[in-house]
């Protein structure tokens, strides 16, 4: 089952991974920490909102 959605978000992961690839060689272990914390938190928001959306759609 897809919802929609999913497709943006496995190329905008990818794009977070290559970041997260040059973040590592400019920054070393540093920089690859933030961006870790930053794909995670992006990561948290977009669960909370597809929760939210299908909560949503349960209601009404």
């Known amino acids: 089952m897809t919802f929609p959605g999913a497709l943006s978000f496995k190329s905008s992961q990818l794009t977070r991974e290559k970041a ?3 973040s590592s ?3 070393g ?3 690859q920490k933030i961006v870790k914390k930053i794909s ?3 990561n948290l928001s977009f669960l909370k909102n597809r929760i939210m959306f ?3 759609q349960l209601i009404s």
């Open 20 to 22: 997260a690839k040059n």
């Open 25 to 27: 060689r400019a920054y």
């Open 29 to 31: 272990k540093h920089g």
């Open 40 to 42: 995670h938190f992006a």
């Open 54 to 56: 299908w909560t949503f």
